[in-house]
């Protein structure tokens, strides 16, 4: 499994160490825990694990500290270094089930009786190196937020306890509720008091072609990150490198064929600057070739993006485009796709054919906690029914921010095997003249064969029919015939999505 993504990027790593060893070093310096500790914050974690943890559970039970250390700035840190510090107010302390490792992050399950489900990234080691791939561990630790994630604050306590398969049912019980009820928690305040200050996104999202990311906004207290695609091939983000060392963990250098990458405009702006005055003292006619190129798109992209384009397009011309992943494969099931206003039903039959389901069980979506579906489907006339609100007559620019703004909701399909998707609304575009929709642009990965028997059981299937001597490789060989679960085609999945599901409503039995 690739954890790359499971960890900080080390400058960001970095940064955290830098913060939290001052604020640890501060905090004691006020509480007096550890009279002998050193002053420097860069001698904290050289002291036994115990005593730093006596620290920390003293500094988070006194939140105040957090508001002195900012307003004192002791260390004379610049204003988004103090944002991160005054986001720690948020902390969450406690029991944890370390569960599983996913790509995006690490499950931390609480253990209270309202468990809750955490994406938490490592620090500088990663958290299967320190605990073992055997899971799941029960450990002590505290969660803080960082610029928009979660993280721990590098203490883990706990015993090498080995647990049967009644708990671990529990703990997937527990776990499947939670995620369902809350999703999988990815940034702190979660159900509480918001930060102290805290800004609206100020960037509208707009796709601006058929095969460009839209742009990414991420708030973290009252500091806003807002990130523009630019797609370069393997030459140019070789040259970018080359002029922006501080840049190049970004730019995937190994990866050929083209690449869309997120930067924030001042980071596009710096490209187009150092990428400009490099070209003039290029060695060679491709290097200059492929520096200019890397001008002409930074440009293209600082020009393209701007506040209120949504209003811009025409509602019969609107796009709405949509990345729908399946949660909790690994490698991704994911596809892009773009279509017109229509309704959340008509949203469902898209998703369907798209990723390869067959529509032969109950689906709803969830946004923003509110259910919407079928109510003749779903609703069985009992007193404890949820409430529903029909998709059918509900359409997408009714969900839609009036902004532009992303945003993800839920959508479940087959409440048996409960294949929950992430549905994230991209942006909206201008439809091109001409063009045909709906449209499915791109994916990765077949979808799982219909009654499987949900996440586990398809990764089961999968282990089965990778080993010609399992006793059960030829019964699943037979079941489904030939699995080439890394194959898919998008011109495929756009003809399914334009000949659409039959007219199941109204069949005849």
């Not at 928690?185 to 072609?209: D, H, N, R, S, W």
Request: net charge negative; with cysteine.
């Amino acid at each position: 499994m690739d954890m790359d993504n499971m960890q900080l990027l080390p400058p960001d790593c970095r940064l955290f160490y830098k913060l939290h060893t001052a604020l640890m070093c501060y905090g004691n310096n006020k509480l007096k825990t550890l009279p002998e500790q050193p002053a420097d914050p860069t001698d904290f974690y050289a002291l036994e694990p115990p005593e730093r943890a006596k620290v920390r559970d003293d500094v988070h039970g006194h939140p105040e500290l957090i508001d002195l250390f900012v307003a004192d700035n002791p260390f004379g840190f610049d204003a988004e270094e103090l944002v991160v510090v005054r986001s720690w107010k948020h902390a969450v302390r406690g029991s944890f089930y370390i569960f599983r490792y996913l790509k995006p992050h690490t499950i931390f399950l609480t253990s209270g009786s309202e468990p809750k489900a955490y994406g938490v990234l490592a620090l500088a080691d990663r958290l299967e190196d320190l605990v073992g791939a055997r899971l799941p561990r029960l450990i002590q630790t505290v969660l803080l937020p960082f610029q928009g994630k979660i993280v721990y604050d590098g203490l883990l306590s706990g015993h090498n306890i080995t647990f049967g398969g009644g708990i671990k049912r529990i703990l997937n019980d527990s776990y499947r509720e939670t995620k369902r009820e809350l999703g999988i928690i990815t940034k702190l305040p979660f159900g509480g008091e918001e930060p102290e200050v805290q800004e609206e996104p100020k960037a509208i999202i707009v796709t601006p072609g058929r095969c460009e990311e839209t742009h990414e906004t991420t708030i973290s207290g009252n500091l806003e990150t807002t990130t523009f695609p630019l797609r370069l091939t393997q030459a140019q983000r070789k040259v970018i490198a080359g002029q922006l060392a501080s840049l190049r963990p970004d730019f995937q250098l190994d990866k050929k064929n083209q690449r869309t990458l997120q930067f924030t405009l001042n980071e596009i702006k710096e490209i187009a600057t150092k990428c400009a005055h490099a070209a003039r003292d290029a060695s060679s006619g491709m290097e200059r070739n492929s520096l200019c190129h890397v001008v002409d798109a930074a440009k293209i992209a600082i020009e393209r993006f701007g506040e209120g384009k949504i209003h811009r397009i025409p509602a019969a011309g609107r796009l709405y485009q949509f990345k729908i992943t399946l949660r909790d494969i690994e490698p991704p099931i994911w596809r892009r796709i773009q279509m017109k206003d229509g309704s959340l039903d008509r949203l469902h039959e898209h998703i369907q054919t798209s990723m390869g389901w067959t529509n032969s069980h109950l689906h709803q979506f969830t946004v923003d906690g509110v259910l919407y579906g079928d109510p003749d489907l779903l609703l069985q006339g009992f007193e404890n029914d949820p409430e529903i609100v029909n998709s059918l007559d509900t359409r997408l620019s009714e969900i839609i921010p009036q902004s532009g703004s992303r945003f993800t909701f839920a959508y479940e399909y087959d409440f048996g095997d409960c294949w929950e998707h992430d549905v994230l609304f991209e942006g909206c575009l201008r439809a091109e003249k001409g063009g045909r929709y709906p449209l499915c642009l791109e994916g990765e990965r077949a979808c799982p064969p219909e009654d499987v028997g949900g996440t586990s059981g398809y990764l089961d299937y999968l282990e089965t029919l990778s080993n010609p001597d399992h006793e059960q490789w030829e019964e699943s060989s037979e079941w489904q015939g030939p699995c080439r679960p890394e194959e898919f085609d998008a011109a495929v999945a756009t003809q399914r999505m334009r000949r659409g599901l039959p007219n199941w409503r109204h069949q005849e039995l």
